[in-house]
């Protein structure tokens, strides 16, 4: 997940929010606008045995 918010960022999307986890812990989410201002959300799910 960081890596890919690190990537749009270098491709000239602007981070909103994240990588943040969701309330029970499964998921990882993140925001970033894309350079014509498109807002982009993105989820990676976490192993369970990184819980």
Excluded: K, Y
Excluded at 19 to 48: I, K
Aim: charged share 15%; net charge negative; aromatic share 4%.
């Amino acid at each position: 997940m960081e890596a890919a918010l690190r990537r749009a960022e270098s491709l000239g999307g602007t981070l909103v929010s994240g990588p943040h986890p969701n309330p029970d812990g499964t998921l990882l989410v993140g925001f970033f606008t894309d350079p014509e201002g498109h807002l982009v959300g993105l989820a990676a799910a976490v192993p369970a045995t990184a819980r």
